[in-house]
């Protein structure tokens, strides 16, 4: 199978919005990780007077992380998929966080414009056509010294991820997805990871982008290796990125 590709995946997303929560539900940690990764952006202050831009949103679960990390923040959350967006602005929020419907090639023409103190993507980098454009506008989304901080399937490199990750896919994921008619978008989560970068080369690609102090941690359990969290920063100044 090819890759789902921007309007041919938002409408993937559109589809399976409506079984997505149920889904993660039963992945364990999913919740307990992304909220691991918003505390790993290391923002003061519970947020107080921040504002913290969430691409890929989806249905919400990466919002709620922040929110519940950050819950002085001002959080715009971004996504592609109206279906996904809808679910995602239909559950209780706090008054500081907005939702907007936009690629994240497009992000200008939907009104979304820095600064920022901090971005937030989870599930996002491997599901987009050009990941170094997509961190381009993000690096120019963040004030000087903002922290990007990214949350995704990267596979460690070892046969044994490569493994873990086939087995859980197709023992588990895809006979529940194809079941709901969502076969297609779980195919493509297979292929997307296997075909995306290691976390070794993720890394090396947002230090390409101009980003500084690059840290890859893992996350626990059975996404080890197959999962991480990225952390890095805009520089404050253009002559500390070398550009």
């Known amino acids: 199978m090819t890759l789902l590709r921007d309007e041919r995946l938002a409408a993937a997303f559109d589809h399976?919005?409506?079984?997505?929560?149920?889904?993660?539900?039963?992945?364990?940690?999913?919740?307990?990780?992304?909220?691991?990764?918003?505390?790993?952006?290391?923002?003061?202050?519970?947020?107080?007077?921040?504002?913290?831009?969430?691409?890929?949103?989806?249905?919400?679960?990466?919002?709620?992380?922040?929110?519940?990390?950050?819950?002085?923040?001002?959080?715009?959350?971004?996504?592609?998929?109206?279906?996904?967006?809808?679910?995602?602005?239909?559950?209780?929020?706090?008054p500081g966080v907005t939702f907007t419907r936009a690629p994240v090639e497009r992000l200008a023409d939907a009104g979304v414009r820095g600064p920022y103190d901090a971005v937030f993507a989870a599930y996002l980098f491997r599901n987009v056509t050009d990941p170094d454009a997509v961190l381009a506008t993000v690096r120019g989304l963040l004030a000087p010294g903002g922290r990007l901080g990214v949350h995704e399937y990267t596979l460690a490199g070892r046969r044994t991820d490569r493994a873990v990750w086939t087995l859980v896919c197709r023992g588990v994921v895809q006979p529940v997805a194809g079941a709901l008619g969502d076969g297609a978008l779980y195919r493509h989560l297979w292929r997307s990871v296997m075909e995306f970068d290691t976390a070794g080369r993720f890394a090396d690609r947002l230090r390409t982008a101009g980003f500084e102090h690059v840290r890859r941690l893992p996350l626990p359990g059975w996404q080890t290796g197959i999962t991480h969290t990225f952390v890095a920063r805009r520089p404050r100044t253009e002559r500390e990125s070398g550009r």
């Open 16 to 94: 399976a919005a409506r079984s997505y929560d149920a889904l993660v539900a039963v992945n364990p940690g999913y919740h307990a990780h992304l909220r691991r990764s918003a505390r790993r952006l290391g923002l003061p202050g519970e947020g107080r007077g921040l504002r913290v831009l969430d691409l890929g949103c989806g249905t919400g679960a990466s919002t709620a992380a922040l929110a519940a990390v950050l819950p002085e923040a001002r959080i715009t959350a971004v996504d592609a998929s109206a279906g996904m967006l809808e679910k995602a602005a239909g559950k209780r929020w706090p």
